[in-house]
């Protein structure tokens, strides 16, 4: 897949060298990339989920395809990622996840990479089921995955030392406008 666009982002397939680059600098990232990378990326807790996904895609290289960069085309700054987590293509499903950096939030670039990302997913064969999860005091992401139009599940609600945590699901039969 590599890339898809929209009016304002790239969103990038994260490969298994620029994963690497992350993990050794963001002066890597951009020297392997090409892209700026905003100074506030990756996110505390991005980063440390990164060796475990370098792990993943050393095994299982075709999984880079769930999740991407997201790029401000008039900045060409590398500004948050997106993607899913799981095993679609043994399960069906994918959970999604995503951030961008403070300086760059409330703009609605994550609605914009989101419904994207969304109408690719729905075209891929092995993908039957998306959803999300957002600590119940999140806002900014409930309103982003309400607006995509993910549905609260009420009777998967969990709770965690952080918070409670709850789960939305996209309508797989709706189709992206």
């Known amino acids: 897949m590599g890339k898809l666009e929209t009016k304002r982002l790239l969103l990038l397939e994260y490969n298994l060298e620029w994963i690497q680059a992350t993990i050794a600098g963001v002066d890597e990232l951009e020297r392997v990339s090409g892209y700026e990378v905003s100074r506030d990326w990756p996110g505390i807790d991005f980063f440390f989920y990164l060796p475990y996904v370098l792990e993943n895609v050393k095994k299982e290289p075709e999984m880079t ?4 960069l997201i790029v401000l085309k008039e900045e060409n700054k590398i500004i948050g990622e ?7 293509e043994e399960t069906g499903e994918i959970e999604l996840g995503y951030s961008i950096v403070p300086g760059y939030q409330n703009q609605g670039y994550v609605s914009e990479a989101l419904m994207e990302l969304l109408a690719w997913l729905q075209v891929q064969p092995e993908i039957k089921r998306i959803f999300a999860r957002s600590f119940e005091t999140n806002t900014h992401s409930i309103q982003v995955l309400k607006k995509a139009g993910f549905v609260y599940q009420p009777d998967q609600d969990k709770v965690e030392s952080r918070g409670r945590i709850v789960l939305w699901e996209y309508p797989m039969n709706q ?3």
């Open 65 to 68: 395809k769930w999740t991407h």
């Open 175 to 177: 189709g992206v406008s």
């Open 82 to 88: 997106i993607g899913g987590q799981g095993k679609p």
